[in-house]
């Protein structure tokens, strides 16, 4: 697969993040400490602001492409 450069802010997040794909568009999925999938969405090349006010606090694993974020949820 194509690698899909990314950066999110703010991290932690209350209640929505940012997403900048620096490369062009993908999907975006976080999974939660037991490996489970808790929300996917396909992000555009560019700035996105990605609504996460559903998802419980805690640590997450960001992934986009073959990169990935350690993401905290408070």
Known sequence: ???IGFNVYPNP???RM???QTNQAGKLDLYDASGKL???Q???KGAQVVPLNNIS?????LR???N???LFIR
């Open 57 to 61: 606090s805690g640590i997450y694993l």
């Open 42 to 44: 396909q992000i555009n």
């Open 38 to 40: 808790v929300f996917t």
């Open 1 to 3: 697969g194509s690698t």
């Open 18 to 20: 940012i997403t900048v």
């Open 13 to 15: 997040v209350t209640d």
């Open 68 to 70: 990935t974020a350690k």
């Open 64 to 66: 986009s492409g073959n």
